[in-house]
T-cell receptor
Framework: AQSVAQPEDQVNVAEGNPLTVKCTYS??????LFWYVQYPNRGLQFLLK??????LVKGSYGFEAEFNKSQTSFHLKKPSALVSDSALYFC?????????????FGAGTRLFVKA | NAGVTQTPKFHILKIGQSMTLQCTQD?????MYWYRQDPGMGLKLIYY???????DKGEVPNGYNVSRSTTEDFPLRLELAAPSQTSVYFC???FGGGQETQYFGPGTRLLVL
């Protein structure tokens, strides 16, 4: 069975500082990993994904994530946070080998960026 | 392209009533999904479809039904609504063939009283 964990309910960071939102996953096959962002009263928007290839994945709005197979992690990062980055972030995983068509989402991490 | 559209945006339903949440996409996506979002619980998959005429259960299908008669539409039916179905419902779609990115609708907020 596939699962994903976001250990932090909330992350607080000052504007201009680097940010990290953590994600760990569990799958039996090859992991397909995703980050989505949700702004208030909106649907989720795709940020980036790892399917194969380079472990460092770059996405929208200056975000990036690093796939670490040994630690089964896919942490989201940004070198310099903006107030407008404040939102709810979801990590998601699909088992590329055995997971069928189901993508499992984490509980979400709320990011607050203070000016 | 309008993308993924959902109606209604908000609805109050009485216990025991039934209703249909509408979802339409104009991107010719094969795969469509219904999720519910509860506070602190992330998104839970209710049902999904890999093409017209083909649907399957997700993680939390009880109390819901779906149909997929066309590529564009994927309605979610609630029968005998219960307070536990109070939630925000999101529809999503994507291409098949290795295109993994899901596109989400704006959501339907449902209150069952």
């Amino acid at each position: 069975a596939q699962s994903v964990a976001q250990p932090e309910d909330q992350v607080n960071v000052a504007e201009g500082n680097p940010l990290t939102v953590k994600c760990t996953y569990s799958v039996s096959g090859n992991p397909y990993l995703f980050w989505y962002v949700q702004y208030p009263n909106r649907g989720l928007q795709f940020l980036l994904k790892y399917i194969t290839g380079d472990n460092l994945v770059k996405g929208s709005y200056g975000f990036e994530a690093e796939f670490n197979k040994s630690q089964t992690s896919f942490h989201l990062k940004k070198p310099s946070a903006l107030v407008s980055d404040s939102a709810l972030y979801f990590c998601a995983v699909r088992d590329g080998d055995t997971g069928g068509f189901k993508t499992i989402f984490g509980a979400g991490t709320r990011l607050f960026v203070k000016a | 392209n309008a993308g993924v559209t959902q109606t209604p945006k908000f609805h109050i339903l009485k216990i025991g009533q039934s209703m249909t949440l509408q979802c339409t996409q104009d991107m010719n996506h094969n795969y469509m999904y219904w999720y519910r979002q509860d506070p602190g619980m992330g998104l839970k998959l209710i049902y999904y479809s890999v093409g017209a005429g083909i649907t399957d259960k997700g993680e939390v299908p009880n109390g819901y039904n779906v149909s997929r008669s066309t590529t564009e539409d994927f309605p979610l039916r609630l029968e005998l609504a219960a307070p536990s179905q109070t939630s925000v419902y999101f529809c999503a779609s994507r291409f098949g063939g290795g295109q993994e990115t899901q596109y989400f609708g704006p959501g339907t907020r449902l209150l069952v009283l």
